[in-house]
């Protein structure tokens, strides 16, 4: 009895194996043979089989429209280019908005305070902050719809909409009742260039957060108003910057540069002419000393704008090596909807230097985390600039001047580990100190210092809220827990423009790039001076005034 049914079993799972095989060489049988490269009407006839198939024969009903996306989005996929992609029309729409730098709704920056969305800043001008909205409000309610546990996202689709349309919203005010307001919805325009403000009597400091539509026109505006002021030195700051439109990157650099220079290098499919594009007007401010500063996050344009300035030692970077882009992207509408973003062209500097990290070629060269590698500065491509300096290829601008430490310091470490996940209920027992120092009017101006008291203040929020942190680890950071009070508070009672003041105060990357520009006399004096190992910027280091 034991022998047949082994006998049996092993009978079964033959004819498994045998109708496995049959099922699998049935279909095999039905499509082309796989070569290493597929004639184009092979390949089509492939395609349609292998989709007929699924749409027909795969075990999960799959519907048409899905089974067309998912193929749209594996031949993107396959590209292995992590900035190519298909964008459907709500995607699109969000990439309009964000290139116009302009969208349909109320104007109105918004964050999580504990579990409730508060205004950062209304944007000026805006319909929010003609209705009277302040830094600090809660926005407890949209059109009498509770916000409570709200994320910004769906607080934006409830508050844009069509210019004209209404929409009404509730706010909390510390210290005040609840208020409702109704405005009708404008076309709001989000400012390419936010700050412009004069760092000392002759520098001049603005802010380019995105290439858009209007980046330049703003740009030229506020230089020429800081020129007024006196300003003979600038400090363009670039951190942070995404990037955007590859003709307003090109525009940039060329309020720099002089008729026939080159900004940058467009490289296309093999075989193609490259694309060279060179500067074509003089420059409006020739004598203005320049410093660029960048980041890990500047990027795209930002990059382009910073290489061709560094190239022909026109201006001096300053800061952390950027992100890398060398990419150029075009969008290709689709007539049925939505667009394709596709990589057309890689792009170089007028040196002839690629940002995009080195290619690793070999054996282990197949993941993306291995080919975007940084490499070490010893062996990126050198270039000479005709000032006889060198910068370096391959893995983003790399400053003339590294400033802006990354690492933390050793206490705030602990006690952000302290935190852990209750880091955001830290930050609400900041705001909500912040508060309470502007309605008893104790914080008189931007750059006051932050008190013993106001920082034990914001022990007993801690306390209050039974965030787990002990307090020897809470006193270690104090300095530092004050510095960010005071950002804070600046920014509640004053407005962004005294927070940024304070901050510009303790930030290093800033201060280094002033040490250069202060009183230079020319545009090449920021050079020299970066050369002279004499000149040396302490760190400002987080006081507590007791």
Same mark, same amino acid.
């Given at each position: 009895?034991? %022998?047949?049914? *082994? %006998?049996?079993?092993?009978?079964?799972?033959?004819?498994?194996?045998?109708?496995?095989?049959?099922?699998?060489?049935?279909?095999?049988?039905?499509?082309?043979?796989?070569?290493?490269?597929? !004639?184009?009407?092979?390949?089509?006839?492939?395609?349609?089989?292998?989709?007929?198939?699924? !749409?027909?024969?795969? %075990?999960?009903?799959?519907?048409?429209?899905?089974?067309?996306?998912? !193929?749209?989005?594996?031949?993107?996929?396959?590209?292995?280019?992590?900035?190519?992609?298909?964008?459907?029309?709500?995607?699109?729409?969000?990439?309009?908005?964000?290139?116009?730098?302009?969208?349909?709704?109320?104007?109105?920056?918004?964050? /999580?305070?504990?579990?409730?969305?508060?205004?950062?800043?209304?944007?000026?001008?805006?319909?929010?902050?003609?209705?009277?909205?302040?830094?600090?409000?809660?926005?407890?309610?949209?059109?009498?719809?509770?916000?409570?546990?709200?994320?910004?996202?769906?607080? %934006?689709?409830?508050?844009?909409?069509?210019?004209?349309?209404?929409?009404?919203?509730?706010?909390?005010?510390?210290?005040?009742?609840?208020?409702?307001?109704?405005?009708?919805?404008?076309?709001?325009?989000?400012?390419?260039?936010?700050?412009?403000?004069?760092?000392?009597? @002759?520098?001049?400091?603005?802010?380019?957060?995105?290439?858009?539509?209007?980046?330049?026109?703003?740009?030229?505006?506020?230089?020429?108003?800081?020129?007024?002021?006196?300003?003979?030195? /600038?400090?363009?700051?670039?951190?942070?910057?995404?990037?955007?439109?590859?003709?307003?990157?090109?525009?940039?650099?060329?309020?720099?540069?002089?008729?026939?220079?080159?900004?940058?290098?467009?490289?296309?499919?093999?075989?193609?002419?490259?694309? &060279?594009?060179?500067?074509?007007?003089?420059?409006?401010?020739?004598?203005?000393?320049?410093?660029?500063?960048?980041?890990?996050?500047?990027?795209?344009?930002?990059?382009?704008?910073?290489?061709?300035?560094?190239?022909?030692?026109?201006?001096?970077?300053?800061?952390?090596?950027?992100?890398?882009?060398?990419?150029?992207?075009?969008?290709?509408?689709?007539?049925?909807?939505?667009?394709?973003?596709?990589?057309?062209?890689?792009?170089?500097?007028?040196?002839?230097?690629?940002?995009?990290?080195?290619?690793?070629?070999?054996?282990?060269?197949?993941?993306?985390?291995?080919?975007?590698?940084?490499?070490?500065?010893? *062996?990126?491509?050198?270039?000479?600039?005709?000032?006889?300096?060198?910068?370096?290829?391959?893995?983003?601008?790399?400053?003339?001047?590294?400033?802006? @430490?990354?690492?933390?310091?050793?206490?705030?470490?602990?006690?952000?580990?302290?935190?852990?996940?209750?880091?955001?209920?830290?930050?609400?027992?900041?705001?909500?100190?912040?508060?309470?120092?502007?309605?008893?009017?104790?914080?008189?101006?931007? /750059?006051?210092?932050?008190?013993?008291?106001?920082?034990?203040?914001?022990?007993?929020?801690?306390?209050?809220?039974?965030?787990?942190?002990?307090?020897?680890?809470?006193?270690?950071?104090?300095?530092?827990?004050?510095?960010?009070?005071?950002?804070?508070?600046?920014? &509640?009672?004053?407005?962004?423009?005294?927070?940024?003041?304070?901050?510009?105060?303790?930030?290093?990357?800033?201060?280094?790039?002033?040490?250069?520009?202060?009183?230079?006399?020319?545009?090449?004096?920021?050079?020299?001076?970066?050369?002279?190992?004499?000149?040396?910027?302490?760190?400002?280091?987080?006081?507590?005034?007791?």
């Amino acid at each position: 009895m034991r %022998v047949r049914a *082994i %006998v049996a079993s092993l009978l079964f799972g033959s004819a498994l194996g045998a109708g496995g095989w049959w099922l699998r060489q049935e279909r095999v049988e039905e499509l082309p043979v796989l070569q290493p490269e597929l !004639a184009p009407d092979i390949g089509a006839r492939l395609f349609e089989q292998v989709q007929t198939l699924i !749409a027909t024969r795969y %075990v999960d009903s799959i519907p048409a429209d899905s089974l067309y996306r998912k !193929a749209i989005a594996g031949l993107v996929d396959e590209l292995n280019d992590p900035y190519s992609s298909f964008l459907p029309e709500r995607r699109m729409q969000r990439l309009s908005e964000q290139m116009s730098g302009q969208y349909g709704g109320v104007g109105m920056q918004l964050d /999580l305070r504990d579990g409730w969305l508060t205004v950062i800043e209304p944007v000026p001008g805006a319909p929010a902050e003609r209705a009277g909205v302040q830094a600090g409000d809660r926005l407890v309610a949209i059109d009498g719809e509770s916000t409570r546990g709200f994320t910004n996202e769906e607080a %934006v689709r409830l508050l844009r909409g069509a210019p004209g349309s209404t929409v009404s919203f509730t706010l909390e005010r510390f210290g005040a009742d609840r208020f409702t307001v109704k405005v009708a919805r404008e076309s709001v325009a989000r400012r390419a260039v936010p700050r412009v403000v004069m760092l000392r009597p @002759d520098v001049g400091y603005v802010d380019v957060n995105l290439f858009g539509a209007t980046t330049v026109e703003e740009l030229r505006a506020a230089i020429d108003s800081l020129t007024r002021q006196g300003a003979r030195g /600038l400090l363009i700051d670039l951190r942070g910057n995404p990037g955007g439109l590859l003709e307003q990157g090109v525009a940039m650099a060329e309020l720099f540069l002089d008729p026939s220079q080159r900004i940058v290098e467009l490289r296309g499919r093999p075989g193609a002419e490259p694309e &060279v594009l060179t500067d074509r007007e003089p420059q409006p401010w020739p004598r203005l000393a320049l410093a660029v500063l960048v980041d890990g996050n500047s990027a795209s344009a930002s990059e382009i704008v910073a290489g061709a300035l560094q190239d022909h030692d026109r201006a001096i970077v300053v800061g952390r090596t950027s992100f890398g882009k060398g990419s150029a992207q075009s969008v290709f509408p689709m007539t049925t909807g939505g667009a394709l973003r596709l990589t057309t062209a890689r792009w170089y500097t007028p040196l002839g230097r690629s940002i995009s990290p080195l290619v690793d070629t070999g054996p282990n060269a197949e993941t993306e985390a291995v080919r975007s590698r940084v490499p070490a500065d010893t *062996i990126r491509p050198r270039f000479v600039t005709r000032m006889g300096r060198t910068v370096l290829g391959g893995g983003g601008i790399v400053p003339d001047v590294v400033a802006g @430490d990354t690492a933390m310091p050793e206490p705030v470490q602990r006690f952000v580990r302290a935190l852990g996940a209750d880091a955001p209920r830290y930050r609400d027992a900041v705001a909500s100190v912040a508060l309470r120092v502007k309605q008893r009017g104790t914080f008189a101006e931007p /750059l006051q210092p932050v008190t013993r008291e106001m920082v034990n203040a914001v022990w007993d929020e801690i306390e209050r809220r039974k965030i787990p942190v002990d307090r020897a680890v809470f006193d270690a950071a104090a300095p530092w827990i004050a510095r960010a009070l005071g950002y804070e508070s600046a920014r &509640v009672a004053f407005g962004p423009e005294a927070e940024f003041m304070r901050r510009s105060q303790d930030d290093p990357t800033i201060a280094r790039a002033l040490r250069l520009l202060n009183g230079a006399a020319s545009p090449r004096e920021p050079f020299a001076r970066a050369e002279d190992p004499g000149i040396v910027v302490p760190m400002r280091e987080p006081t507590i005034m007791e």
